[in-house]
């Protein structure tokens, strides 16, 4: 067991509080801190000391794959840590995103390397990901029904979309959503800033309303604050609104459509980096490759933690991804197993103290808003204490309904 050093993304939408309170730091921070990020990805690794040395997680993992993480995991992810987990604390909207599915981020990677191909890509893995909201976390999350996003757009009363909601009332399937996105985002460039100070205008008129979509509606004006002029701002009225109360979880299948907007959250992924961006950021957009990767048929469930029979007070975020599952544990005196029992994993203090215990009297302390890597050979681990503990895994072998 080893105490982590994890590494801040200093992203602008980020926090000038949370991740430092979350630490015990001073407030507000100089800069805005968007993600603490605790896992291998070479684009920042955390650290750990061993045998008196500071190396990288992801060195670590290299050097003896099948003593951190195991057999079966290294044989299936190349001897390589596959999930990453994150502390997210975003004060303002992240870009409206898309994230590459395996085969779709293997074969576009390979032509960026070989110059053929798209240079949006970053590494050759996937990217589906969990989000477990702390506070209540604002989320615009998939497609909206097709019905439902044309009456969305009909209800701002803007002549310029009669014919995206018309493009949405007469497809047959899905597709139709794909097509009206494309509409939006390449709006002629003439014409875009009128659109989108039109759309604020009407959102804002629509948000004083009591109707059901008031609140999509105001997320629009407070995040046209930030990106004035953005396309995306309209575009974005094709995707789901949603509020996540702490404790739910987000499943963001790759290939899914969205857009978080503000809140904090636990946030665990396939150890990847590939965003596909359309809108609301200043960053790279690459409006082509998002269409083509994005799929109008992902659905993006809510989801609860699931006690785990036998395990005390664990439970788990259950979906379907083989890189990562999400345990959460709430710490209590009495020693409890640490959930999952095998595999490499990270476990995460918040709100609390924590003590890992295992075989030979060795233990790892950890504070709030610190961390830990348990490699696959510490088996029998023990977590007791106060507050409540995350613990990040591998989705090959976990304790599935």
């Given at each position: 067991m080893d105490l982590l050093h994890p590494i801040i993304k200093p992203y602008a939408w980020g926090s000038r509080d949370a991740l430092a309170r979350l630490q015990g730091r001073a407030v507000p921070t100089a800069a805005p801190e968007a993600e603490l990020w605790m896992g291998a990805h070479p684009a920042g690794p955390a650290r750990i000391t061993r045998d008196g040395r500071s190396v990288t997680l992801d060195e670590v993992v290299a050097r003896a794959p099948q003593d951190e993480v195991g057999g079966d995991c290294a044989a299936r992810f190349g001897g390589r840590l596959p999930f990453l987990l994150k502390v997210l604390a975003a004060d303002q909207p992240l870009s409206?995103?898309?994230?590459?599915?395996?085969?779709?981020?293997?074969?576009?990677?390979?032509?960026?390397?070989?110059?053929?191909?798209?240079?949006?890509?970053?590494?050759?893995?996937?990217?589906?990901?969990?989000?477990?909201?702390?506070?209540?976390?604002?989320?615009?999350?998939?497609?909206?029904?097709?019905?439902?996003?044309?009456?969305?757009?009909?209800?701002?009363?803007?002549?310029?979309?009669?014919?995206?909601?018309?493009?949405?009332?007469?497809?047959?399937?899905?597709?139709?959503?794909?097509?009206?996105?494309?509409?939006?985002?390449?709006?002629?460039?003439?014409?875009?800033?009128?659109?989108?100070?039109?759309?604020?205008?009407?959102?804002?008129?629509?948000?004083?309303?009591?109707?059901?979509?008031?609140?999509?509606?105001?997320?629009?004006?407070?995040?046209?604050?930030?990106?004035?002029?953005?396309?995306?701002?309209?575009?974005?009225?094709?995707?789901?609104?949603?509020?996540?109360?702490?404790?739910?979880?987000?499943?963001?299948?790759?290939?899914?459509?969205?857009?978080?907007?503000?809140?904090?959250?636990?946030?665990?992924?396939?150890?990847?980096?590939?965003?596909?961006?359309?809108?609301?950021?200043?960053?790279?957009?690459?409006?082509?490759?998002?269409?083509?990767?994005?799929?109008?048929?992902?659905?993006?469930?809510?989801?609860?933690?699931?006690?785990?029979?036998?395990?005390?007070?664990?439970?788990?975020?259950?979906?379907?991804?083989e890189e990562f599952t999400l345990c959460r544990i709430a710490l209590s005196p009495s020693p409890a197993p640490l959930v999952p029992e095998s595999g490499p994993r990270i476990a995460l203090c918040l709100g609390g103290t924590a003590v890992l215990r295992g075989p030979r009297d060795r233990t790892l302390e950890l504070g709030p808003g610190m961390s830990g890597f348990v490699p696959d050979n510490d088996r029998g681990i023990t977590a007791e204490g106060t507050g409540t503990l995350f613990v990040a895994g591998t989705g090959l072998d976990v304790h599935r309904p």
């Open positions: 409206i995103q898309v994230h590459p599915g395996r085969e779709e981020a293997r074969a576009a990677f390979a032509a960026q390397l070989a110059g053929t191909g798209d240079g949006s890509y970053t590494d050759d893995w996937p990217k589906p990901e969990l989000l477990c909201a702390l506070s209540t976390f604002e989320v615009l999350a998939g497609f909206r029904a097709r019905e439902e996003g044309a009456a969305m757009l009909e209800g701002l009363g803007l002549p310029a979309l009669r014919p995206v909601s018309a493009l949405l009332r007469a497809g047959g399937d899905e597709t139709a959503l794909t097509a009206a996105l494309r509409t939006l985002l390449e709006w002629p460039a003439d014409d875009r800033g009128t659109l989108v100070r039109q759309t604020v205008r009407a959102c804002a008129r629509r948000a004083r309303d009591a109707g059901p979509f008031a609140e999509a509606y105001g997320a629009v004006v407070r995040m046209a604050a930030h990106h004035p002029g953005d396309i995306g701002l309209t575009a974005s009225l094709l995707l789901r609104h949603q509020v996540l109360e702490p404790g739910t979880a987000l499943f963001m299948p790759a290939g899914g459509l969205h857009a978080y907007v503000r809140g904090v959250g636990v946030e665990l992924m396939a150890c990847s980096d590939n965003v596909l961006r359309a809108g609301l950021t200043s960053k790279e957009l690459d409006v082509p490759e998002l269409l083509r990767v994005t799929d109008p048929t992902v659905r993006v469930p809510v989801v609860r933690p699931r006690a785990l029979p036998g395990q005390g007070s664990a439970e788990a975020y259950d979906c379907p991804a």
